[in-house]
């Protein structure tokens, strides 16, 4: 059943592929099937709905519809590309520094991913490049800066280290997160997507732009009011934590009581298809974990760990896993202990380098559409009105980019990076 349950992920990713249909439409129908075929309950699979996912999307998806609707993603673009006087070259770079900038000081990768997403996507269209082009760089800052010790993924990973009886992660974590995603992003910026060679648009474009009007000022606040709230949230020791989509939720509805945007024309911008395709893959991938193919992956990877390769090992390990787990909730907690184990095990292997793969490798998967950034990335180019082929390319080019990212902090890790 482990090795069945794998062959049949892959074959739900193919079909969903070829055929140009929603995925998590796929996954919902190849599940049925093999629950029937390995006895696992239906209820098994109703009980494994993300609803705490589905909310959180679904609200940021509604807020940012709002602010697509009254126009003032498309007036914050123009602004931002206003800022880099025409010259597309600069976006990237801009993405990439402010998305880490915010991320370090506070917010983590989730809030700042949904906070920056939108204006990415926005971004791309105002100078006719595809989003994907655009996208990585904004998930990499954000990640960059996204385990500095006061981010909800710092902070965890520095508790659950020093209860595996790992010291000294609070600096050495971020620092080398921050160098394995720059240095991602440079070779994406040059090799892959070439915006060197893009060319200078301040002669075809007209940089001034109006100022915002009330309503979209409203919602400019409505949004930092998100991101604020949920950083002190995530952040406090007292305070509870608070689920970003309800909370973007209750801003949208704010917003629309006050006629800020029109609700039904808000509603309809929602990408319905991509709710389903992140949730109905959920579906299939608890299902995987729960017939052991993912356990059945991770032993097969940890067979081949010695004294050279176990960084290297357990960064992949800690991306494969990451994919079908939250990395702080699950991956960390779970790979932390393992990794000091093994370094008490193995003779001149460091804990705190093993330890230190792991949370890059897990947070380096994090651009997968089937995680909390790539799943926010993916819905804010959903909402921009993309056909749902378009849709579909950009689910399978986050995860390739995300599985790229896994492989290449393996091999920074074999290099002796961590």
Request: hydrophobic share 55%; proline share 4%; net charge neutral.
């Amino acid at each position: 059943m482990d090795i069945l349950s794998l062959i049949l992920f892959c074959i739900t990713l193919v079909i969903a592929f070829v055929f140009g249909v929603n995925s998590g439409i796929v996954a919902v129908a190849v599940s049925l099937v093999l629950s029937w075929i390995a006895g696992v309950p239906e209820k098994f699979l109703l009980s494994s709905f993300d609803s705490k996912m589905f909310l959180m999307l679904f609200g940021v998806m509604y807020l940012f519809s709002i602010a697509q609707e009254n126009k003032t993603l498309e007036l914050l673009s123009k602004k931002t590309f206003a800022l880099c006087r025409g010259n597309a070259r600069l976006l990237p770079i801009v993405m990439f520094l402010i998305a880490a900038v915010l991320s370090a000081i506070g917010p983590g990768l989730i809030a700042v991913t949904a906070l920056i997403a939108v204006l990415i996507v926005a971004l791309a269209r105002e100078i006719d490049v595809p989003a994907i082009h655009l996208a990585p760089f904004g998930l990499l800052g954000s990640f960059a800066g996204g385990l500095t010790p006061i981010t909800p993924s710092g902070i965890i990973a520095i508790n659950k280290a020093e209860e595996s009886g790992v010291f000294g992660i609070d600096f050495v974590l971020p620092y080398k997160m921050a160098i394995t995603c720059t240095a991602y992003a440079v070779i994406l910026y040059f090799f892959v997507f070439k915006w060197h060679r893009k060319k200078n648009l301040a002669a075809q474009q007209d940089t001034a732009t109006p100022p915002f009007s009330a309503k979209q000022i409203a919602t400019l606040l409505g949004v930092l009011v998100v991101a604020a709230v949920a950083t002190v949230c995530s952040i406090s020791e007292t305070l509870p934590d608070i689920n970003v989509g309800l909370l973007s939720l209750a801003v949208a509805v704010i917003l629309t009581l006050f006629k800020v945007a029109d609700e039904g024309a808000a509603l309809k911008k929602v990408p319905w298809g991509t709710l389903i395709m992140i949730t109905g893959m959920g579906i299939l991938i608890s299902l995987v974990y729960d017939l052991g193919g993912i356990e059945l992956l991770k032993n097969g990877l940890l067979a081949l760990a010695g004294p050279k390769t176990v960084d290297a090992i357990m960064a992949v390990l800690s991306g494969v896993m990451s994919w079908f787990s939250s990395a702080s909730g699950v991956v960390m907690p779970t790979l932390f202990p393992v990794g000091a184990e093994m370094a008490a095990a193995m003779e001149g292997v460091d804990a705190l380098g093993i330890v230190t793969a792991v949370g890059i490798g897990s947070h380096l998967a994090a651009m997968s559409p089937l995680s909390s950034c790539g799943g926010l990335m993916l819905a804010a180019y959903s909402s921009s009105g993309v056909s749902a082929a378009e849709r579909n390319k950009m689910f399978l080019q986050l995860f390739l980019l995300s599985g790229f990212g896994v492989l290449f902090g393996g091999i920074l890790a074999l290099l002796g990076l961590y």
